[in-house]
């Protein structure tokens, strides 16, 4: 055996060792479900770590073994697990009903929060989930604009409504400009009629498309920082040359901030003092429950109205439940500016850290900080869009399969591609002792990396 088959064999066996119960889980869940988890994102070889307990920044599964959590459900539980004020208002609201059918008054405090916080949002219309509310941000453009196009960039995820099935993965086979393609099967071909895509950060090509066929688009569609594509952060020159294009053509702006929302008080938007259309939430604003939710300018969310004859007809069966709201009400009141200022410091650190011993490992990797996230990129090359992202972690998957397994081991959970997103229950000792993992871990499988 090589090294590299002896480092991934150790990871293997460590992982197994540990985690038998997981093991014994997934074979009975594949019973019933495929690949025994109903979440892609979650899911991972051999078996995902099956989970028991959440408690603040920490995770335990069903062995046992405690872990620092780093993924956070996927960035959107900035308070962790069962903060006190969120169990609090979830309990009470547990006693009266979760879910009445008729409005709840803390429907408009959560909406009201939104509004007072994000300068761009007049009036919010609450959904399920960031899909839902992504499906609605490109039905509401069309609607107002009477256009059918929608331009969004390469790679940018926007939930799993057919349209946002574009390009939802980066077109990794071809080089600079990608191509429009449907990322998934089951969606049929005639959706591409009614969408384009650019590389994200390239105003060059934006403005390409829009010269050529900005009278027939109804909006351009993007996350202010690339969560789900790869954790890059653009200038906030690209996000106003993408107002003004925008203005020009008479289409509209829709800024995902379903992750972003987390960089400040008034989102991604709030820092590049670009004022969208639309914007899309989802994630923090749920305090742990689903959620999503449209909000933006008056005249365009006026659609929602069902007074107005010829709107758009938005309902759902749990959309606006109570229980959602309160946690959301919950959880951006515990969301202030210093929970936030710290978390970025203790990121910031952390990227230090776990930088410093990428460079004195010497391997082709690297950490880069984006507020309170962080992410390792298995290259040293610049990552500019989502492609670049992509293509390095296709040529490096077992570096980067190993290193999420590794983690695991020694205790810290994040998400298998790399993406580690703190919580406001983490003090610095927490961070240090997750620096400490990492570096461990990185360690442990640097003779995986590939350079190319
Ligand atoms: C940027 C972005 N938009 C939309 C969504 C979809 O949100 P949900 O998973 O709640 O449907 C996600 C989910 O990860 C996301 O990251």
Known sequence: MNIKEETAK?????????????KAMAEVAERYIPSGDTRAI?????????????????????????????????????????????????????????????????????AKILVDRVASVEKVRFMNTGSEACLFAMRAARAFTGRDIILKMDGGYHGCSDY????????????????????????????LKNMRVVDYGDLEAARRVMDAEGDKIAAIMLEPMLGAGGGINPPDSYLAGLRELCDKHGALLIFDEVISFRLSLGGRQGLARV?????????????????????????????????????????????????????????LENIT??????MDAQASTLVAVVGKKIKGLGINAAAKGVGSMMVIYPTRREIANSRDALLAMLKNKQFMQMLHLELLNRGVVCLSRGLFALSTPMTDAVIEEAGKRICAALETVAALCEEF
């Open 42 to 110: 979650s899911w991972f070889a051999p078996y995902p770590t099956f989970g028991e307990v959440g408690r603040g920044f920490e995770l335990v599964d069903y062995d046992g073994n405690v872990y620092i959590d780093l993924m956070n459900l996927m960035t959107a539980a900035i308070h962790g697990h069962a903060h006190p004020a969120i169990v609090a208002a979830q309990m009470e609201q547990i006693g009266k009903g979760v879910s009445h059918g008729i409005p709840a008054e803390s429907q408009y405090k959560l």
């Open 275 to 331: 004022k969208p259309d639309l914007t899309t939430f989802g994630k923090i604003i749920g305090g742990g429950i689903g959620i999503g939710a449209l909000g933006g300018r008056s005249d365009i969310m006026r659609l929602f109205d069902p007074r107005i004859a010829g709107g758009i007809n938005h309902s759902g069966t749990f959309t606006g439940n109570a229980l959602a709201m309160v946690s959301g009400i919950a959880s």
């Open 10 to 22: 150790a990871v293997l066996e460590s992982y197994s060792a540990r985690t038998p119960q997981s």
């Open 164 to 191: 946002a099935q574009t390009n939802e993965h980066a077109d990794v086979m071809h080089q600079n400009p990608p191509q429009l393609f449907i990322a998934n099967k089951g969606v049929p071909d005639l959706i």
């Open 337 to 342: 500016q210093g929970a936030l200022d710290r």
